[in-house]
């Protein structure tokens, strides 16, 4: 079993990587809570989807699979990537997830609960046995070289940025609308929804697809972080990691999988001077997180006590 996301999404030496929060670690961070996003949107629609590193291997092979083999998105002879055509990528990345979600929610979303957990991550393993037999993936070795937009490891820190707060908007704008709202109210109870009337069905497609979406996108930016992209990227191992996310985080808010997301893509970096037994004290977290915090470390009840005092900061 491969060791945890922050180690398996390490840059390879184009970048480099230190032991304290550089650019790099920053970048792996926001697409550690890019992922905890993901897959917070089945969940708060009352499903346990852990499909997510499913669409993220996608979207980055998508990706890989563009700026290598096709010279029309315009790959100069030095690796540079016009910018326009990263973006498309993202776009390309996302549309494909989101259909392959579609078409596949369509049949595992009539599970349930553990049934449906299980479905996802065979799901997640279909895809990745896939990309690794598939004759134009590079196979067990993957595809090297991705041409990249930008010079340094800083210049990922924008647009990573710029997705996870459109993915934050989005979810927050999503609370006030007729679709979240039936999320909540499935998530709360599903036989009351669907007897006020709620399609149950096509909202929890709605959740799926965009959670999907989300992990395609952040998989094309992963890619060309990379430099390097194969069939491990997306793997069992990173289901249950980007589980660990929410649960750690919290799964009331969207901004809870975003600080475990942060905090659980970092914290092996930041305990790498203590050598193997950071594993151990890595393991100890995700362990005892849900002891010390079982709803999590971002609370509906924090976010109201956060909320109140700067109402009342003003006076």
């Known amino acids: 079993?491969?060791?945890?996301?922050?180690?398996?999404?390490?840059?390879?030496?184009?970048?480099?990587?230190?032991?304290?929060?550089?650019?790099?670690?920053l970048v792996q961070m926001l697409i550690g809570a890019l992922l905890g996003v993901s897959v917070y949107l089945p969940l708060a629609a009352g499903q346990l989807s852990l499909a997510t590193p499913a669409f993220y291997a996608v979207g980055g092979t998508l990706a890989a699979l563009l700026s290598t083999r096709w010279a029309a998105l315009g790959a100069g002879a030095d690796g540079s990537f016009p910018l326009p055509s990263f973006l498309?990528?993202?776009?390309?990345?996302?549309?494909?997830?989101?259909?392959?979600?579609l078409l596949v929610g369509r049949l595992v979303l009539r599970l349930?609960?553990?049934y449906l957990a299980i479905a996802t991550i065979a799901l997640v393993e279909i895809v990745r046995v896939?990309?690794?037999?598939?004759?134009?993936?590079?196979?067990?070795?993957?595809?090297?070289?991705i041409p990249q937009p930008f010079a340094t490891a800083s210049g990922y820190l924008?647009?990573?940025?710029?997705?996870?707060?459109?993915?934050?908007?989005?979810?927050?704008?999503?609370?006030?609308?007729?679709?979240?709202?039936?999320?909540?109210?499935?998530r709360d109870d599903e036989l009351a929804a669907r007897c006020m009337g709620i399609d149950t069905t096509a909202t929890r497609l709605s959740a799926f697809v965009l959670s999907a979406v989300l992990a395609g996108s952040t998989g094309a930016l992963a890619?060309?972080?990379?430099?390097?992209?194969n069939a491990r990227q997306g793997s069992f191992d990173a289901s249950i990691t980007t589980?660990?996310?929410?649960?750690?985080?919290?799964?009331?808010?969207?901004?809870?999988?975003?600080?475990?997301g942060l905090l659980l893509t970092a914290l092996p970096e930041l305990l790498r001077p203590v050598g193997d037994v950071r594993l151990v004290l890595f393991g100890l977290v995700i362990?005892?997180?849900?002891?010390?915090?079982?709803?999590?470390?971002?609370t509906p009840g924090l976010l109201e006590r956060i909320g109140g005092r700067r109402q009342e900061a003003p006076r």
Request: glycine share 14%; aromatic share 8%.
């Open 1 to 25: 079993m491969e060791r945890h996301a922050a180690e398996r999404h390490a840059p390879v030496s184009r970048w480099g990587c230190t032991n304290v929060i550089d650019n790099g670690l």
């Open 287 to 298: 362990l005892l997180g849900p002891v010390f915090f079982p709803r999590g470390l971002i």
């Open 158 to 186: 924008v647009p990573a940025l710029a997705l996870l707060a459109l993915a934050g908007w989005g979810c927050q704008r999503l609370e006030g609308m007729p679709l979240g709202r039936a999320m909540a109210a499935i």
């Open 112 to 114: 349930q609960g553990i």
């Open 223 to 229: 890619a060309h972080f990379l430099n390097t992209w």
């Open 243 to 260: 589980l660990a996310f929410v649960i750690l985080g919290g799964s009331r808010s969207w901004l809870g999988p975003v600080v475990g």
């Open 130 to 145: 896939a990309i690794l037999n598939l004759p134009f993936t590079g196979g067990a070795i993957g595809i090297f070289a």
């Open 88 to 101: 498309l990528e993202l776009l390309l990345a996302g549309a494909l997830a989101g259909l392959l979600a």
